[in-house]
């Protein structure tokens, strides 16, 4: 079935570096990608989202870029932060013709900023 | 804006008996989903509700768990009896009209089932 994926589950980046965190997906129906970022024991976050008509779309130190050639999502985040360490997901908002609104999560990326 | 609020924070329990979880999502908002969280499936979606209605529901495991929304600001996840498989943290989430894709979550509930 469809589903979204992610490359890697672990990520280790020097702080100040730009890191890269990406995710596969299967359904090329979906509407919005988005990434969330869930912090050790809070719930997840809204971080950035890009409508699927868009391959690009920033903003504050973080870049989502969008190739539907190859059914990839990536977000970069820039000179990263201590607090920039959690679990990103991506996740797809696929709206079907009768207003149904689901948004499926990814697996998660663990991203740890070293000091 | 004291965000979407859950309560309990955590919750333990034995097999069989019944859980319920509590949800007060953000004024204003008009979706409000119920995740589950477990290392093995990650975050799924139970079900969600669009102006107190129950759109879908299809993510509910089985008939064990059930789900209300009485008014725009209360929703409870029910699990009645309760396994230790239903061991996970449950988030609350909720968004404001036309934007389902931006979500705010709760804390979650962590569940234990003994």
């Known amino acids: 079935g469809e589903s979204v994926g992610l490359h890697l589950p672990t990520l280790s980046v020097q702080e100040g570096d730009n890191s890269i965190i990406n995710c596969a997906y299967s359904?090329?129906?979906?509407?919005?990608f988005i990434w969330y970022k869930q912090e050790s024991g809070k719930g997840p976050q809204f971080i950035i989202d890009?409508?699927?008509?868009?391959d690009k779309r920033q903003g504050q130190r973080v870049t989502v870029l969008l190739n539907k050639t190859v059914k990839h999502l990536s977000l970069q985040i820039a000179a990263t932060q201590p607090g920039d360490s959690a679990v990103y997901f991506c996740a797809e908002l696929l709206i079907s013709n009768f207003g149904n609104e689901k948004l499926t999560f990814g697996t998660g990326t663990r991203l740890t900023i070293i000091p | 804006d004291a965000g979407v609020i859950q309560s309990p924070r955590h919750e333990v329990t034995e097999m069989g008996q019944e859980v319920t979880l509590r949800c007060k999502p953000i004024?204003?908002?008009?979706?409000l989903f119920w995740y589950r969280q477990t290392m093995m499936r990650g975050l799924e979606l139970l079900i969600y509700f669009n102006n107190n209605v129950p759109i879908d529901d299809s993510g509910m495991p089985e008939d064990r768990f059930s789900a209300k929304m009485p008014n725009a600001s209360f929703s409870t996840l029910k699990i009645q009896p309760s396994e230790p498989r239903d061991s996970a943290v449950y988030f609350c989430a909720s968004s404001f009209p036309g934007l389902p894709n931006e979500q705010f979550f709760g804390p979650g509930t962590r569940l234990t089932v003994l």
């Open positions: 004024s204003g908002h008009d979706y």
């Open positions: 890009i409508r699927s008509n868009m």
């Open positions: 359904n090329s129906a979906s509407d919005y």
